[in-house]
């Protein structure tokens, strides 16, 4: 491992282990040549027992048996979960959680929610079971990513080459051009398409300059960006998205793509937003170890 690398933090919940996330993590884990930390917060509101700790003391005995070559370190503490989960996290870090109750408006979800606002750095969410994707949608290796025009764009970018490299997957780059609001039609005139192709074009090419030499393949669309990034990232590897934070206590607004994603997550999903308000990423985020 590399000496002052930010680990792979794994949020752990109470009951039924979690082999979905923690075998994620772990692979996630290897690929950065990094150290996992597991945080298992349990509520402030009951007095601790026995029995508080188990979750987090079965998670890093799965891992202990599963991946010896990692190093594991386990934080089980009453308090606030958001707290714990973002300060065990380094701007190196990623964060990887299951979605098992969002589809079910649970609490965990609306943690999710706070927890992508806050981090200092990617979260990865990993549906612990087989997300919506159609029956007759073919699984395949490819990392998607949703790439707009805004400031984070590089660095949604960057983390998704990096992302294919330990994957040993190609890129798919999307960028979606939504219609005019309240327009009946998806229809977008093609000289804003046109633009929009140079400009993901022009991105591909920067980070490429810089990043792991991975396929990038890329797609402009007129489209809802939700609806358009679903479609697209269902059998995938993973999906990429970035998050306009803009000061907002939680995802929840009108339009909030990232969002409408992880409600309905097809793969894995990657969600940034604290890499946007910086700009452009350095050429270390782009092909070092920022990821």
Do not use: F
């Not at 190196?92 to 706070?114: F, W």
């Not at 910086?278 to 990821?291: D, E, K, N, Q, R």
């Amino acid at each position: 491992m590399r000496a002052g690398t930010d680990p792979v933090v794994v949020g752990v919940g109470d009951g039924l282990l979690r082999p979905r996330v923690l075998d994620r993590a772990v692979a996630e884990a290897r690929s950065r040549a990094v150290a996992v930390t597991l945080v298992h917060a349990h509520g402030p509101e009951t007095p601790p027992g026995p029995w508080s700790d188990d979750a987090g003391q079965r998670a890093e005995a799965y891992l202990t048996r599963t991946a010896p070559d990692l190093e594991v370190s386990l934080l089980c503490r009453a308090g606030d979960a958001l707290a714990l989960l973002v300060g065990a996290c380094g701007a190196g870090s990623l964060l990887v959680l299951g979605d098992r109750h969002r589809r079910l408006a649970g609490e965990a979800g609306h943690l999710t929610e706070r927890v992508v606002v806050a981090a200092p750095c990617p979260v990865l969410v990993v549906p612990e079971y087989r997300g919506p994707t159609p029956p007759d949608t073919a699984v395949r290796r490819a990392v998607v990513v949703g790439v707009d025009g805004g400031p984070s764009a590089p660095a949604v970018l960057a983390h998704a080459l990096r992302a294919a490299a330990g994957l040993g997957a190609p890129v798919e780059a999307v960028r979606v051009v939504p219609p005019v609001a309240g327009a009946e039609t998806a229809e977008v005139p093609d000289a804003e398409l046109a633009r929009a192709r140079r400009e993901l074009d022009d991105l591909v090419a920067a980070a490429r300059r810089y990043g792991p030499d991975v396929p990038v393949s890329t797609e402009v669309v007129a489209d809802r960006p939700a609806r358009a990034l679903l479609a697209r990232g269902a059998g995938a590897d993973e999906l990429v998205i970035g998050h306009r934070r803009d000061g907002a206590a939680t995802l929840r607004g009108p339009g909030s793509t990232a969002l409408s994603v992880l409600t309905a997550p097809p793969c894995p999903v990657a969600v940034l937003g604290p890499l946007g308000r910086t700009g452009t990423p350095s050429h270390a985020a782009v092909g070092g170890s920022a990821p």
